[in-house]
């Protein structure tokens, strides 16, 4: 980045400085619903089409249309009768709705959450705390494997990795603990009413009994919290666990010298303006596994964003 061809054009800086723009406009193409349109249709759209089946204005959608064509989320055909839309593969597999491997609920969330909290990342660094509260006028305090046959998924969500259980390891039984809102939502949209393998259980890990279980996964939990709260959960979990059981932590690690990888200090820094967490390294949480009572800890990093932490009992 030091060369004089970098030094002579700010390329890299450009490309910082507009990183926020790709995001929303793959934000808004997914919130309008254009990827599912498309994809209901089973033919490529014009311009004026899309814009008539969603409501919006015929301009708009078609610089939306022909930006997310230039991030290669859209793909173009030019004919007679004008310029035809279609989805790519990957906006079918991630950007759809109906897709099982759907990421537009986590999209939502960046938009409507993460986007607006990152309006005050400035704010974040000076006073050394969330910003959720100055984003939304309302506290943070409440947001919204093979060895082992009983699992609970604690903070399991929509059930995702609970499903991914079930059919990983077929004689395992998952409970998914969340509060009563977010169990009422996976049960009548996410996991399926004949998955007999999952079951629910509602509560607040802080303030209710934790049911017990061989196996506890906290899958991408722990770094909402201070250290203080996560040895308080642990403690907890230590507890309920049955003798030979232990915890799975799910989370982003960080290098031992917080050197990166930067996707994960990025993410620490999301910690910053919308909780009152921060991500970890592995020494960090393996420190948090030893003051609850786990040991026998092993660490898997999985080269990808996500890595596992797992501390027996």
Request: negative net charge; contains cysteine; charged residues 25%.
């Amino acid at each position: 980045m030091g060369s004089a061809e970098d030094l002579d054009y700010p390329q890299v800086i450009l490309q910082y400085s507009s990183g926020f723009l790709v995001s929303k406009v793959m934000f808004t193409a997914c919130e309008l619903g254009v990827f599912d349109l498309l994809l209901e249709s089973g033919k490529p759209l014009s311009s004026d089409a899309i814009a008539a089946r969603l409501g919006t204005s015929t301009t708009g959608m078609e610089r939306l249309l022909d930006a997310c064509v230039g991030l290669k989320l859209l793909a173009v055909e030019l004919t007679q009768e004008g310029a035809l839309y279609r989805n790519t593969d990957i906006s079918n597999i991630y950007l759809t709705k109906s897709s099982p491997t759907s990421q537009y609920h986590i999209m939502m969330y960046y938009s409507n959450t993460v986007y607006l909290c990152w309006h005050y990342l400035a704010d974040a660094v000076r006073e050394g705390r969330n910003q959720y509260e100055r984003a939304f006028g309302i506290s943070s305090e409440d947001p919204f494997g093979a060895m082992y046959r009983q699992i609970c998924d604690l903070g399991g969500g929509g059930g995702a990795l609970a499903q991914e259980c079930v059919s990983l390891y077929p004689k395992s039984m998952v409970t998914i603990y969340d509060l009563p809102k977010v169990v009422q939502v996976a049960k009548e949209q996410f996991v399926p009413h004949e998955e007999h393998r999952i079951s629910f259980h509602e509560g607040d890990f802080f303030n209710d009994s934790i049911p017990e279980a061989e196996l506890y996964i906290l899958s991408k939990t722990l770094h909402d919290w201070d250290d203080d709260k996560c040895r308080q959960l642990l403690t907890k979990v230590y507890k309920a666990c049955q003798p030979g059981g232990g915890v799975l932590l799910v989370e982003s690690l960080l290098n031992e010298d917080k050197s990166g990888p930067l996707e994960t200090q990025l993410y620490s820094m999301n910690m910053l303006v919308q909780t009152e967490g921060k991500e970890r390294t592995a020494a960090e949480y393996s420190k948090l596994l030893e003051a609850a009572g786990f040991g026998d800890i092993q660490v898997k990093r999985t080269g990808k964003v996500y890595d596992a932490v797992l501390g027996r009992k």
